[in-house]
């Protein structure tokens, strides 16, 4: 079985300060994972994802994510926040040959303080 | 490229009434396409995964008989849910692989709002 545990339902940072958003996972066989960006009234935009190799992937709009083994962890971040990164973020896990069903997290809201 | 439309992003319907949501690959053929269901505020929730020329396959809990599933072709899936409640309102998402390949990353539709009245 697989799980997706996101700490926090709201991050409020302000704009340029580090953005951080925590997910930890649980599943019992290599997952692949994934970050989603959602904004008000819109689908999910992918923002990064791991599948296998190099742990720290490199994603869209600045945001990074480390898949770090030992803690079951897949924490997205950003240097510098910026006005427009507020939205909904999803973490979700799958197993490896079917990305399709993706179990997502509750969600993360960020805001963003001018 | 890979974009996925959703159609309509809103719509109204009264108790009891059907209401079909088309989700469409527009630069793309997908094999399969999954829709999920997000309540306010809440993660989204894997209905069920579709399949070109077959029946849809349903997560534990989804009443198969009350949201029908039909993609009849590679660019087209439809989700109609029939007899609608109050408890059916929420945002429907649709997505899709780009490739046939079971790897492959999904994209999703903007999603369709059911307000049921």
């Known amino acids: 079985a697989q799980s997706v545990t996101q700490l926090g339902s709201h991050v409020s940072v302000s704009e340029g300060a580090l953005v951080l958003l925590r997910c930890n996972y649980s599943s019992s066989v290599p997952p692949y994972l994934f970050w989603y960006v959602q904004y008000p009234n819109q689908g999910l935009q992918l923002l990064l994802k791991?599948?296998?190799?190099?742990?720290l992937v490199k994603g869209i709009n600045g945001f990074e994510a480390e898949f770090k083994k030992s803690e079951t962890s897949f924490h997205l971040t950003k240097p510098s926040a910026h006005m427009s990164d507020a939205a909904e973020y999803f973490c979700a896990v799958s197993r490896a040959g079917n990305t399709g069903k993706l179990i997502f997290g509750q969600g993360t809201t960020l805001q963003v303080k001018p | 490229g890979a974009v996925v439309s959703q159609h309509p992003s809103w719509v109204i319907c009264k108790s009891g009434t059907s209401v079909k949501i088309e989700c469409r690959s527009l630069?793309?053929?997908?094999?399969?396409m999954f829709w999920y269901r997000q309540f306010p505020k809440q993660s989204l929730m894997l209905m069920a995964t579709s399949n070109e020329g077959s029946k849809a396959t349903y997560e534990q809990g989804v009443e198969k008989d009350k949201f029908l599933i039909n993609h009849a072709s590679l660019t087209l899936s439809t989700l109609t849910v029939t007899s609608a409640h109050p408890e059916d309102s929420s945002f429907y998402i649709c997505?899709?692989?780009?490739?046939?390949?079971?790897?492959?990353?999904?994209?999703f539709g903007n999603g369709t709002r059911l307000t049921v009245t």
């Open positions: 791991y599948t296998t190799g190099a742990t």
């Open positions: 630069d793309f053929q997908a094999t399969t």
């Open positions: 997505s899709a692989r780009t490739r046939t390949g079971t790897d492959s990353p999904l994209h």
